[in-house]
């Protein structure tokens, strides 16, 4: 690590706990900017990652994107594209030295309209890549990074300066070496936004049954190249896709309201509670009723809804 970037480190954490105090994913005053702070290390967390930038600023997390791994730490980010559904677990943190983060979320619309502007728009790409990476920051990222949050000191400057040091934070993104597999997802006609186009889909009607048939419509492309890019994509089919969805809500219905397995099951989508309890098991490690039970227990219902949110079925 660089002097600039360890200096620049040095002044983020300084804001992050100014204005992160509690645990736990923290909202700011400039939209779409939050900070983290863990200060222990958390058993794995099931989540759905928006389109979001997240730089590490101290501590270290592991994600879990179907088969692929991602560790990060220290200057490090990660980012994603689309909605996805991640298993994440803060790796290393303590009380003199939580784990924080700072995350920026952000549209495709917003990708698009800053890589208009600079050298780096392409044409629609042929070959889909991975919706998630992880990179070590630069001094520009970071510094624009900076700017953003330094906001918090001047509040009546957010308005008009946030939206600015925001372009600037996914302009330094698009200068880097993986810029394409951020701006394929707003290209309108690239293999990427098409699949984007069916996991929106899926995320809106994850409890309805659908046929492989209808994405392939969505996406304008064969069933067997539709399964070809959404795996290239999102590293799993758009079938196991709609099952973390399904299971994610579960859990969240089960530890926020007073119903059983097989309510839940029927309410997110399954026919057979048995099916239900058995694909629950294999992904959360036991049964639905003794996984709630133990989530009770270590009080991470607390917050629940940060970790779990609503997949608001319709």
């Given at each position: 690590?660089?002097?600039?970037?360890?200096?620049?480190?040095?002044?983020?954490?300084?804001?992050?706990?100014?204005?992160?105090?509690?645990?736990?994913?923290?909202?700011?005053?400039?939209?779409?900017?939050?900070?983290?702070?863990?200060?222990?290390?958390?058993?794995?967390?099931?989540?759905?990652?928006?389109?979001?930038?997240?730089?590490?600023?101290?501590?270290?997390?592991?994600?879990?994107?179907?088969?692929?791994?991602f560790?990060?730490?220290?200057?490090?980010?990660?980012?994603?594209?689309?909605n996805?559904?991640?298993?994440?677990?803060?790796?290393?943190a303590?009380?003199?030295?939580?784990?924080?983060?700072?995350?920026?979320?952000?549209?495709p619309?917003?990708?698009?309209?800053?890589?208009?502007?600079?050298s780096?728009?392409?044409?629609?790409k042929?070959?889909?890549?991975?919706?998630?990476?992880?990179?070590?920051?630069?001094?520009?990222?970071?510094q624009?990074?900076l700017?953003?949050?330094?906001?918090?000191?001047?509040?009546?400057?957010?308005?008009?300066?946030?939206?600015?040091?925001?372009?600037?934070?996914?302009?330094?993104?698009l200068?880097?070496?993986h810029?394409?597999?951020?701006?394929?997802?707003?290209?309108?006609?690239?293999?990427?936004?098409?699949?984007?186009?069916?996991?929106?889909?899926?995320?809106?009607?994850?409890?309805?049954?659908?046929?492989?048939?209808?994405?392939?419509?969505?996406?304008?492309?064969s069933?067997?190249?539709?399964?070809?890019?959404?795996?290239?994509?999102?590293?799993?089919?758009?079938?196991?896709?709609?099952?973390?969805?399904?299971?994610?809500?579960?859990?969240?219905?089960?530890?926020?309201?007073?119903?059983?397995?097989?309510?839940?099951?029927?309410?997110?989508?399954y026919?057979?509670?048995?099916?239900?309890?058995?694909?629950?098991?294999?992904?959360?490690g036991?049964?639905?009723?003794?996984?709630?039970?133990?989530?009770?227990a270590?009080?991470?219902?607390?917050?629940?809804?940060?970790?779990?949110?609503?997949?608001?079925?319709?």
């Open positions: 690590m660089t002097d600039a970037i360890h200096t620049t480190l040095n002044e983020l954490i300084h804001l992050a706990n100014d204005h992160a105090a509690k645990e736990g994913v923290l909202p700011t005053a400039i939209p779409s900017l939050f900070f983290v702070r863990e200060s222990h290390v958390t058993e794995p967390i099931h989540a759905v990652y928006k389109p979001s930038f997240c730089v590490i600023l101290q501590g270290e997390k592991e994600v879990l994107l179907a088969q692929d791994r560790h990060y730490g220290p200057a490090d980010y990660i980012v994603s594209s689309v996805l559904p991640i298993t994440g677990q803060v790796t290393k303590a009380d003199h030295a939580p784990y924080l983060a700072l995350k920026v979320e952000f549209s619309d917003q990708i698009l309209d800053v890589a208009r502007l600079s780096s728009q392409k044409g629609p042929k070959k889909a890549d991975r919706a998630m990476y992880v990179k070590e920051a630069d001094p520009d990222l970071l624009a990074v700017r953003l949050s330094c906001l918090l000191k001047t509040p009546d400057d957010i308005p008009v300066l946030a939206p600015l040091f925001k372009k600037e934070v996914l302009y330094r993104l200068q880097g070496p810029a394409g597999a951020l701006q394929q997802m707003a290209v309108e006609g690239s293999h990427a936004n098409r699949i984007s186009h069916v996991i929106d889909f899926i995320m809106s009607h994850f409890h309805e049954p659908f046929r492989i048939e209808e994405l392939a419509d969505i996406a304008n492309m069933v067997s190249s539709l399964h070809r890019h959404f795996k290239e994509v999102t590293a799993m089919s758009p079938i196991q896709f709609q099952k973390q969805l399904r299971l994610q809500e579960a859990r969240r219905l089960m530890l926020s309201e007073t119903i059983d397995a097989a309510e839940t099951a029927f309410r997110v989508g026919e057979s509670p048995s099916q239900f309890s058995r694909e629950y098991s294999r992904l959360f036991l049964p639905p009723k003794e996984d709630v039970n133990r989530l009770r270590i009080d991470v219902s607390v917050r629940k809804n940060e970790y779990y949110p609503d997949l608001q079925a319709e």
